[in-house]
């Protein structure tokens, strides 16, 4: 498929636990973004890569989560000690250029016990 | 005050009906604005874009008031598979991240 990928589609996790949710972006595409999306809820954005530029990580909403983007592709959001409102689903999007069309993932559904 | 605002609805129209969406957004200086379209537990989805003179797309047609700071949607004779929920999306000026709304619910019913 030449869509976004994300894996694993749903988790649950105990509160406390580790978890890491995965984007495989639309090849070629250079801008990836994480948001997530709790219940009925607008999308709240997480952090932003494009190319080899830093991140903009000024979504992040506390020093839990963290995001990387290996060889401008694949991108893994952590988030450690889960906590119960971190219970949303979580979706990454690709885009080229930056601005353009987002392409969304179906979402990470992410449930802390 | 949120960078992007939407009335969340939701709206209930009959088939055929015109229905309008506004979203206001804080930066005087924001340069990009979307329309998205989500449907019930999928992801959301490009509807249009939308351009300092407004375009139509069909039975749609988005605008831009950049005086008041506002876009709108128009929606006009409604379909039952228009049903879903409309995200207006504001670039931050100076980034590269888009802002979402919360989304305007709209039904379309028989």
């Known amino acids: 498929g030449a869509g976004v990928s994300q894996s694993p ?7 406390g636990k580790d978890v890491e949710l995965r984007c495989d972006p639309i090849s070629g595409h250079t801008a990836l973004y ?15 890569f494009q190319g080899n530029s830093a991140p903009d990580k000024s979504g992040l909403p506390s020093d ?16 450690q000690r889960t906590q119960q409102e971190d219970s949303a689903v979580y979706l990454c999007a690709s885009s080229s250029p930056p601005l353009g069309e987002l392409f969304f993932g179906e979402g990470s559904r992410l449930t802390v016990l | ?28 200086a924001s340069q990009s604005f979307f ?18 003179s407004g375009n139509e797309d069909g039975r749609f047609t988005a605008q831009l008031n950049r005086a008041s700071q506002y876009i709108s949607l128009l929606i006009r004779d409604s379909k039952l598979s ?15 991240n888009l802002f979402f709304g919360t989304g305007t619910r709209l039904t379309v019913i028989p």
Do not use: H
């Not at chain 1, 839990?64 to 983007?69: D, G, H, P, T, V």
């Not at chain 2, 005050?1 to 005087?28: H, I, L, M, W």
């Not at chain 2, 329309?35 to 300092?52: A, F, I, N």
């Open chain 1, 9 to 15: 589609s749903n988790k649950v996790t105990e509160k």
């Open chain 1, 34 to 48: 994480w948001y997530r999306q709790s219940l009925g809820q607008g999308l709240e954005f997480l952090i932003y």
């Open chain 1, 64 to 79: 839990r989560f963290s995001a990387e983007r290996t060889g401008g592709s694949v991108s893994t959001l952590t988030i």
């Open chain 2, 1 to 28: 005050r949120k960078e992007v605002e939407q009335d969340p609805g939701p709206f209930n129209v009959p088939e055929g009906a015109t229905v309008a969406f506004n979203c206001t957004y804080s930066n005087s």
């Open chain 2, 35 to 52: 329309w998205y379209r989500q449907d019930c537990r999928k992801e959301p989805k490009l509807l249009m874009s939308v351009y300092s």
């Open chain 2, 82 to 96: 228009d049903s879903a929920t409309y995200l207006c999306v504001v670039d931050q000026t100076g980034a590269n």
